[in-house]
């Protein structure tokens, strides 16, 4: 029995296993889907194929030696985890320099030295080109593991060094049953945390782990919908308590806003007819009611909104000036 315990990506894990196993290993792997479809579960999986010590079958970690344990928690001596720096939102080119002094290193106690570069998207320009030095003249008994949401989102130098393995997300359908054959969950979660994660197995795993993450969603949309039918002075109340205190706005405004355009992208799906699943689907009578109330043009251009809103927080514009502005967008319903 596989120890992999992936779901729903049967043919990476068979790639993955059989580079582990035999003699078609690469020196950079990218995984790229979208946030919460297993991309670190996926790679740290394969750092413990190729280094596990206690294994029978090759390819096949046992999960359960100190190599596979100290992989899984991300703290073996010979795995370096490269992420942005407290402070910063950036993977910035020093710290390339000093994965790069480390890899020029023999490993420890391992067989493969693993570098698991997550969300490399996040890397600078600079930092990227630095990267394409070890990618193309790669340290031997080295393992490069990065993950992206999309290749656009990288330079095209570092797509084509590396062995590329998108995962998608498991239907809606695929992503319920698993909830509640695997993870015991009732229906009724698996059916909503199905739909909340679009089929993200890691995603919904998560939201089932965490119970405030799911009171936070549910309370922002019905503050949300009270403030469809009020003054837009009560609208601007709102805007005021997100954007305090200041060094806490930019991130209360950003746990917000995605909520907001999941409720909004629900009403144009349904305006349109098109028949695609909800997102919020214990919502459904409330996205039925305010679709009816707008026309899909007026419905398009609220998801284009929120979209915009998101990007200003990421360039770092005013947060109340943003939640203002999106807030005299939303129709009165």
Known sequence: MTTWQIHGHDWAV??????????????????????????????????????????????????????????????????????????????????????????????????????????????????????LKTLEEPPDKVILLLTADTLESLLPTIVSRCEVIRLRPASIADAEAYLQDERSLSGEKAHLLAHLSGGRIGAAIHLAEEPDSLNHRRETLETLLDLLSATRVERFRLAESLSRPYDKAREKAGAAIPIWLSFWRDVFVDASGAGLPLVNVDFEDRVDQVAAALDLAKARALVLAHEEALAQLDAYANVRLVLEDLMLRWPRV
């Open 14 to 131: 068979k790639l993955l296993r059989s580079h582990a196993a035999g003699d078609k290993l690469r020196h950079a792997y990218l995984l790229v889907g979208p946030q919460g479809v297993g991309r670190r579960t996926l790679a740290l999986r394969f750092a413990q194929a190729l280094n596990c010590t206690a294994t029978d079958t090759p390819g096949e970690p046992c999960g359960e030696c100190r190599e596979c344990r100290q992989i899984w928690d991300m703290v073996h001596p010979d795995m370096s985890l490269l992420v942005p720096e407290e402070g910063h939102k950036d993977i910035r080119i020093d710290q390339v320099r000093a994965l790069q002094h480390t890899l020029a290193l023999s490993p420890y106690t391992a067989k493969y030295r693993i570098a698991l570069l997550p969300d490399f998207q996040q890397a600078t320009e600079s930092a990227a080109n630095a990267l």
